[in-house]
């Protein structure tokens, strides 16, 4: 199970940082990923982190303004959002995904989902 929080409405150039906490069994065996869906759009990846957290992937949109990573004692893994623009206005989603290789990012085919936080960055 996937938890995720810290959504909220904020103006643009403010930050937010969203949190998922998993309940797994040995969530350092899992690769985790940020993925969003803007309203009637598809849902696209953002950010993706290894299993052993070394690796980290972005989408090109993020542009350096976001940053994940994983707390393995705390089977948590965060997303800092900086700068946020009304672009980034989306529901966003962790996903988990057993790793098959422990430095490798998924950008897809993620088989765990949370609920989703919403985000809106509006003025």
């Known amino acids: 199970q996937l938890q995720a929080s810290g959504g909220g409405l904020v103006q643009p150039g403010m930050s937010l940082k969203l949190t998922c906490a998993a309940s797994v069994r040995r969530f350092s065996g899992y690769a985790m990923g940020w993925f969003r869906q803007a309203p009637g759009k598809g849902r696209e990846f953002v950010a993706g982190v290894s299993a052993s957290g070394e690796s980290i992937y972005y989408a090109d949109f993020v542009s350096g303004r976001f940053t994940i990573s994983r707390d393995n004692a705390k089977s948590t893994v965060y997303l800092q959002m900086n700068s946020l623009r009304p672009g980034d206005t989306a529901v966003y989603y962790c996903?988990?995904?057993?790793?098959?290789?422990?430095?490798?990012?998924?950008?897809?085919?993620?088989?765990?989902w949370g609920q989703g936080t919403e985000v809106t960055v509006s003025s």
């Open positions: 996903a988990a995904e057993p790793a098959r290789s422990y430095h490798r990012v998924y950008t897809g085919g993620y088989d765990y």
